[in-house]
């Protein structure tokens, strides 16, 4: 019985100090969104792939710009997603330090705080010479659901659509428009 409790006793020991995991970028994501009243994103492979590939364009081209490879529309558009948004960045080699600088610069955290956002791709690129990290983030949301018998993975975009604004009657105008006449 000793031994079962010392044995007990001493892996509680071994967890208590072992550093804890740190946790993924998405996780960091998520962390900040709910603090912030939005909702976890969890990786999404179509939006990673996406993000290395500009990740990657930027490195090779030692160039911070959202269009390296051309427009984010057309290539985030295979994703799905109704909405999107990217963050991009260079200097630090580790996500947490990119996540703070984003945090700390208006447009970039009003995209971290994407509403409605439920998935998010990461990647990072060194140049040739290894001497910068490039960074891009996609976060993305409002999918609409698959219908039953749909034969393919990616989801479907949700078509968001405004109404028009009301325009208000110049004065001396239309008041009232009754068969197609201006009264």
């Not at 081209?61 to 390296?68: M, P």
């Not at 975009?157 to 105008?173: L, Q, Y």
Request: charged content about 25%; aromatic content about 4%; proline content about 4%.
């Amino acid at each position: 019985m000793h031994r079962v409790v010392g044995s007990l006793v001493a892996g509680l020991l071994l967890l208590a100090t072992t550093p804890a995991m740190a946790e993924s970028p998405a996780d960091q994501i998520s962390s900040f969104r709910l603090k912030h009243g939005e909702v976890r994103v969890v990786r999404d492979s179509t939006l990673d792939r996406i993000a290395m590939d500009q990740a990657r364009a930027m490195a090779a081209k030692d160039d911070l710009s959202h269009d390296a490879l051309g427009p984010f529309n057309r290539r985030v558009a295979p994703a799905g997603a109704g909405r999107a948004a990217e963050n991009i960045a260079y200097g630090y080699d580790n996500f947490e330090k990119t996540l703070g600088q984003w945090i700390d610069s208006s447009g970039h955290r009003k995209n971290l705080l994407l509403h409605n956002a439920s998935r998010v791709g990461i990647a990072n690129a060194k140049t040739a010479s290894g001497k910068r990290t490039y960074w891009a983030m996609v976060i993305a949301g409002d999918y609409e659901p698959k219908g039953k018998g749909k034969k393919d993975k990616e989801p479907l975009v949700a078509v968001k659509r405004e109404a028009a604004p009301a325009s208000k009657p110049k004065s001396g105008g239309c008041h009232i428009k009754l068969l197609g006449l201006c009264i």
